[in-house]
C-alpha cells in the first residue's frame, strides 16, 4: 500500500460573464503576477519559472513580478539560468522568502529588486560553497573540478554584488555551512525587509497584554 501524500493542486472556480471557469491555484497566482518557487530547482523547474517571467514582462514591463522563494537548492546552471532572466527582464522582480532559502535559493533571493528583497518572520537564509561530484580518468576529474571552481566564483561574486558585501567575507562565510535568520539577513544586505512580527515578538505582546489585563495587587 502507497502510504506516500498525492500531489494535490488546488482547483479555483471564478465566476464570471462567460460562466465557471476552473483555475489551479498558481495560474491564478500568475494572473496577480505572483510566481511561487516551491522546489528544489532543476531545469524543468527553471524552465516554468522563466517562462512565467516572460511571460508576465510580455503582460506588463512596468509592473513588478513577486517571486516566492521556498527552495532547498538544487541545480547550479539552471538556478544560474532563473537569475539570468530574472537580470533579463524589464520589470523589477520582488523576492519573498517562506519558510527557506539555500544555496541557489538564497543567491535568487538576494538577486531581486534592491528595497524589494523580503523575508517572513520565521525564515531560514542558509549559503554554502558549491559542490559537485566527478568521475572517470584522472585528467577529467581535474577537468571538473577546474569548472565547480570557476562556477563557484560566479555565484560568489553574484552574492557579493547584491548584498554589498566584500568578496573575501562571501569567501569565508560560504566555506562552510552559513546559517541566518531573517534580521540577520537584513544586516547582511540579502533582503531589505522582514515582513510581519516574529514569533517571539508576538510571545511577548501577549504575555505583556496578559501582564496589563491582571489586577493590580496591594
Do not use: W
Amino acid at each position: 500500500m502507497n502510504n506516500q501524500p498525492m500531489n494535490v493542486i488546488p482547483m479555483v472556480i471564478e465566476t464570471g460573464a462567460r460562466g465557471e471557469r476552473a483555475f489551479d491555484i498558481y495560474s491564478l497566482l500568475l494572473r496577480e503576477r505572483i510566481i511561487m518557487l516551491g522546489m528544489p530547482i532543476n531545469d524543468q523547474v527553471a524552465n516554468v519559472i522563466i517562462a512565467q517571467l516572460l511571460y508576465l514582462e510580455r503582460e506588463d514591463p512596468d509592473k513588478d513580478i513577486s517571486l516566492y522563494i521556498h527552495c532547498p537548492g538544487g541545480i547550479i546552471s539552471a538556478g544560474l539560468a532563473i537569475y539570468d532572466t530574472m537580470q533579463l527582464v524589464r520589470p523589477d522582480v520582488s523576492t519573498i522568502c517562506v519558510g527557506l532559502a539555500a544555496s541557489m535559493g538564497t543567491l535568487l533571493l538576494c538577486a531581486g529588486a534592491r528595497g524589494k528583497r523580503y523575508a517572513l518572520p520565521n525564515s531560514t537564509i542558509h549559503m554554502h560553497q558549491a559542490f559537485g561530484g566527478a568521475q572517470g580518468q584522472a585528467a577529467d576529474i581535474e577537468i571538473a573540478a577546474r569548472e565547480i571552481m570557476r562556477i563557484q566564483e560566479i555565484i560568489r561574486g553574484i552574492i557579493a554584488e547584491h548584498t554589498g558585501q566584500p568578496l573575501e567575507k562571501i569567501i569565508h562565510d560560504t566555506d562552510r555551512d552559513f546559517y541566518l535568520n531573517p534580521e540577520q539577513a537584513v544586516e547582511y544586505g540579502i533582503v531589505d525587509e522582514v515582513l510581519g512580527k516574529p514569533t517571539e515578538e508576538i510571545a511577548k505582546t501577549d504575555e505583556a497584554g496578559e501582564a496589563e489585563s491582571k489586577p493590580a495587587k496591594e
